[in-house]
């Protein structure tokens, strides 16, 4: 596993709670002493699973394929920078290594994301007899099992897609993100996307939104995002006719985000700066990236968990001709509590319900379950054991039937 952060936390965990199926582990990250800290912290709960750790620059190729080759690993589960996907793909086809990750691939100088530099690699994983799995964290990841599991149980044509995501959490703090500042900041202030009669529809960011109902918590104000999975989904289920992805925000976040943004603090371009030498002998230029020095000074989301209240609330809703030839509606959703995965694993909800998908990912291959040569998001294999895990492991999930999607 490659990362040490809160999701990769969450993994760690739940992998050791696993050990009839995970035998040998390493943990690996650009910092040794993040690796050997979270296997100290999973040792003192009791666990007794004989943890590797290593350094790595998962930048640089030579150095993950020499990690690679000396640990032999079966599979890397890449839960590093979304920047970082093509170099851990490149060094596993090198070393012969499967691999599964929760986000796809995005340029470090451009906020953009899509599939299509991963898909890139299908042929070359193919040829090599060689397993990589896309997108297996709760969204993406989850909401496409879900959608996977409507297509295969209850739909012969799924037409509209809803995919929601609901944090109703209280972390005490007058701004932080949930997961990495950096990424989380490029991804909310892109462009909106959806897709609708054959063709994606572009939006300015955040232009859409509207009140959503959401189990047990009540309305929430939800924006229209662009969000990777639909990319694939769309593909994989031609009849889709619609698809969207919402998310909450409150007006306090984004009371933040928008003056982060007129102060020039959400710019990924570099911007000189004289800077103070360390050991006080004078000044140096440097160049610095406004967005990475934010993510600097905001709480470690790592850090969020022990005040966090709240759950979340993330799901699926679907229309579509079902097995009878009727139009039906279908709601399929997990809602996760804060203090729950804090109190298991230490890190917070958002944390907790990728981290837990991307173990059960890993379960799913090592159990040789999802083994498929080639480059996959993960709607293209077997739903039903991974949604039996997904309640073994802490992410029940929930359906009604027929019910008013309110979109």
């Known amino acids: 596993m490659i990362g040490a952060g809160g999701v990769a936390t969450v993994a760690a965990f739940k992998i050791v709670q696993n050990a009839d199926v995970f035998t040998e582990f390493m943990i690996a990250s650009r910092r040794k002493a993040k690796c050997d800290a979270l296997v ?49 793909m490149d060094a596993c086809l090198a070393c012969g290594c499967n691999y599964l990750d929760t986000a796809n691939y995005e340029p470090k100088d451009e906020a953009h994301f899509e599939y299509s530099w991963q898909w890139a690699y299908r042929e070359r994983f193919e040829q090599a007899g060689l397993t990589a799995i896309l997108g297996c ?13 409507a297509a295969k149980h209850h739909f012969k044509e799924i037409q509209y897609l809803d995919i929601v995501d609901c944090n109703a959490g209280d972390h005490h703090k007058a701004f932080a993100t949930n997961f990495n500042p950096e990424i989380n900041i490029r991804e909310i202030t892109q462009k909106g996307l959806y897709w609708e009669n054959g063709q994606w529809v572009e939006t300015e960011p955040l232009e859409i939104h509207k009140d959503l109902n959401y189990p047990g918590i009540g309305p929430k104000d939800s924006y ?145 379950l999802w083994r498929k040569p080639g480059v996959h998001n993960v709607e293209e294999f077997d739903p039903d054991p991974f949604m039996e895990q997904l309640n073994k492991q802490g992410l029940p999930w929930h359906e009604i039937h027929d019910g008013d999607l309110e979109l």
């Open 137 to 149: 964290g709760f969204d993406p990841g989850v909401t496409s099992i879900f959608t996977a599991y």
């Open 40 to 88: 100290d912290a999973i040792h003192k709960k009791g666990y007794t699973m004989d943890i590797k750790t290593a350094q790595v620059d998962a930048d640089d190729v030579e150095q993950l394929k020499a990690l690679f080759s000396d640990y032999k690993p079966e599979l890397v589960i890449n839960l590093a920078l979304p920047y970082q996907d093509l170099t851990i």
């Open 224 to 368: 229209l995002l662009h969000h990777e999975e639909i990319e694939s989904l769309v593909i994989n289920y031609p009849t889709i006719k619609r698809a969207r992805f919402w998310m909450t925000f409150g007006q306090q976040y984004l009371k933040h985000l928008e003056v982060i943004q007129n102060i020039g603090m959400s710019r990924i371009d570099e911007v000189e700066y004289e800077a103070p030498l360390a050991d006080g002998t004078g000044t140096a230029r440097v160049k610095i990236v406004p967005l990475q020095f934010l993510k600097a000074v905001l709480p470690n989301p790592q850090d969020l968990g022990s005040n966090y209240e709240g759950e979340t609330s993330i799901g699926c809703r679907i229309r579509g001709i079902g097995n009878d030839g009727k139009e039906h509606t279908y709601y399929v959703y997990n809602n996760c509590r804060h203090q729950d995965a804090y109190e298991e694993t230490g890190m917070q909800g958002v944390s907790y319900t990728t981290g837990v998908p991307a173990m059960i990912g890993a379960m799913m291959f090592c159990k040789g």
